[in-house]
Nanobody, 126 residues
Framework: VQLQASGGGLVQAGGSLRLSCAEF????????MGWFRQAPGKEREFVGY????????YYSDSVKGRFTISRDNAKSTVYLQMNSLKVEDTAVYYC????????????????????WGQGTLVTVSS
């Protein structure tokens, strides 16, 4: 599984961006797909994930209600729609694939994902 994240950029606070994570290679069928982010000087942080089996999503408290994850299996692409962006959302965003299913709490752990994309930078200005 090869993942490529895109869609990052510079946006003003309150604005929106949509990140994409495309899978190249073999199908990501059966994989839970997660999004993480890492701000300068900070550890990688769980953002949210979408489960392969159910399509259910789960988000960190910091983005809940503002971010939405969806997937288009026909296009082998996962999306992260980010609305009402805040300066503190500034980070490099990574998508990841983990062979599922695992309990939701496990999917908040970066180490339990099998494949990672290269990251895309999101900068939110005040």
């Amino acid at each position: 599984v090869q993942l490529q994240a895109s869609g990052g950029g510079l946006v003003q606070a309150g604005g929106s961006l949509r990140l994409s994570c495309a899978e190249f290679g073999r199908s990501f069928s059966g994989y839970d797909m997660g999004w993480f982010r890492q701000a300068p000087g900070k550890e990688r942080e769980f953002v949210g994930y979408i489960a392969w089996t159910s399509g259910n999503t789960y988000y960190s408290d910091s983005v809940k209600g503002r971010f939405t994850i969806s997937r288009d299996n026909a296009k082998s692409t996962v999306y992260l729609q980010m609305n009402s962006l805040k300066v503190e959302d500034t980070a490099v965003y990574y998508c990841a694939a983990g062979w599922g299913p695992l309990p939701t709490i496990s999917r908040t752990t970066a180490g339990l994902y099998d494949y990672w994309g290269q990251g895309t930078l999101v900068t939110v200005s005040s």
